[in-house]
């Protein structure tokens, strides 16, 4: 009996001891990686200065065509990450002011994202590598069911986000794999449309005030960030454009920007518009809000 308990310590240790080398050896890895997506560019980045920068889901990563405004003087990127929801564009800003950013302007997406106070799980893992570095990250999950687990037990953030963060994404970080992420200031164009455009239906959606925007909202304030919030465009024939009324109801500072683009010509699905759409839309964004910097 002495002798199996003994074993089993043994096991226990050399499987502790493994999976403390696994977390060292993965995170060193993503701690060496700033490329591979937009959060880790950001991690990895300190003292930016931006005039412009964009936050949202896929509705900015495909809609804003930061060269437009760099044609104009402006520094800017597109931080819009695909699948992302308002919990993660709040994380992002809190980081960015982590990390030293001077922003001046800041333009959100705030259309179907706001119908939940609900989180992206895809989203939320590619913050995890860098959980025991930022204070922020730390603070920020605090509250959620497994941030003990995830935080306290060795490798474990890694098993329960393998689909995102496990090994694949770690060899590819490791061999320094590109990724079209960063292309084009933070910009990924949609193609044109192929056969019938098939409407949208927000028929369940419902706008409510959202804890996330609520925060970006006093990011903005505190850091002198102008904050210009904003509905995108959507198809013409989609099921219960009334939402976007709604949403101004909840929140009349938000911008309607819903019909600034609206031939279907401009739309690679009904929720999503092509380069040539995401380029009229984004002259629209600017020719309401800026002007040409003087080139003197």
């Not at 302007?105 to 895809?122: C, F, G, M, P």
């Not at 210009?228 to 013409?236: D, F, S």
Request: charged content about 25%; overall charge positive; glycine content about 4%.
């Amino acid at each position: 009996m002495k002798k199996f308990l003994l074993f089993l310590l043994k096991t226990l240790g050399i499987l502790v001891i493994t999976l403390v080398l696994l977390d060292v050896l993965y995170t060193t890895v993503y701690l060496q990686s700033s490329k591979r997506n937009k959060i880790d560019f950001l991690y990895h980045s300190k003292n930016e200065k931006y005039d412009v920068i964009f936050l949202g889901s896929s509705r900015v990563n495909n809609h804003f065509v930061p060269q437009l405004f760099k044609d104009n003087g402006y520094k800017t990127f597109n931080f819009g990450i695909t699948r992302s929801r308002l919990e993660e564009s709040a994380l992002m800003l809190q980081l960015m002011m982590e990390r030293n950013y001077k922003i001046n302007t800041l333009i959100l997406q705030v259309d179907l994202n706001i119908n939940t106070n609900d989180h992206s799980e895809a989203i939320r893992s590619l913050f995890m590598p860098y959980l025991h570095c930022s204070k922020t990250i730390r603070e920020y999950y605090k509250d959620i069911p497994e941030y003990k687990e995830l935080l306290f037990i060795p490798f474990y953030r890694y098993m329960h986000y393998d689909a995102r963060i496990g090994f694949r994404e770690m060899y590819n970080s490791a061999i320094k794999t590109p990724t079209n992420a960063l292309e084009n200031d933070g910009f990924y164009p949609l193609k044109d449309k192929k056969g019938k455009m098939i409407p949208a239906d927000l028929s369940k959606y419902s706008p409510k005030r959202n804890k996330a925007y609520e925060v970006i909202k006093a990011i903005c304030e505190k850091n002198n960030i102008r904050l210009i919030a904003l509905t995108t465009p959507i198809c013409t024939n989609t099921i219960n454009r009334e939402y976007f009324n709604q949403i101004h109801s909840v929140y009349p500072e938000i911008y309607n920007f819903e019909n600034a683009v609206t031939e279907d010509k401009y739309f690679s699905t009904c929720g999503h518009m092509n380069k040539a759409g995401a380029l009229a839309f984004t002259k629209a964004v600017f020719d309401a809000f800026f002007k040409p910097k003087s080139k003197s």
